[in-house]
């Protein structure tokens, strides 16, 4: 049985079809960068967060659905999720979140786009409902 995608609406929506890596690890900027999302050096990555633990790392806090809003990381926390900061510790209730698809490409609409999306990067695993694909 085949099962539709769940789909977003709107700038920059984000959740059901994304691509997320651990900001923990200092290089993971570089990694998906370089080998997943072929885009240039100096545009950001987007932190997601549980509601309730955004305060401990956000500067101000707001509601965005659809990722058009920023905030600065606190200071303090910046070490500790640097791959969404720019500048390992384990345990952050963050992780990175970016649009499932390649550079230039429209996200991915379809479990044959996942897979293309995914054998054509250097994405080390994919989740498509209860399966799990890893390289």
């Known amino acids: 049985m085949l099962r539709k995608f769940r789909m977003e609406s709107g700038p920059h929506a984000l959740g059901s079809r994304s691509i997320i890596a651990d900001p923990r690890d200092p290089e993971m900027n570089a990694k998906v960068k370089c080998a997943v999302k072929f885009r240039e050096w100096w545009r950001p990555f987007a932190p997601s967060f549980k509601k309730e633990a955004a305060p401990d790392y956000l500067e101000s806090v707001y509601d965005s659905s659809f990722m058009m809003l920023t905030a600065q990381v606190l200071p303090e926390k910046r070490s500790v999720i640097p791959s969404v900061t720019l500048r390992a510790i384990a345990g952050a209730p963050v992780i990175m979140n970016t ?29 498509i409902g209860s399966f799990l694909i890893e390289k």
């Open 99 to 127: 649009s499932f698809n390649l550079r230039g490409e429209a996200i991915v609409h379809k479990p044959t786009n996942a897979f293309r999306t995914f054998f054509s990067s250097g994405m080390d695993a994919l989740v």
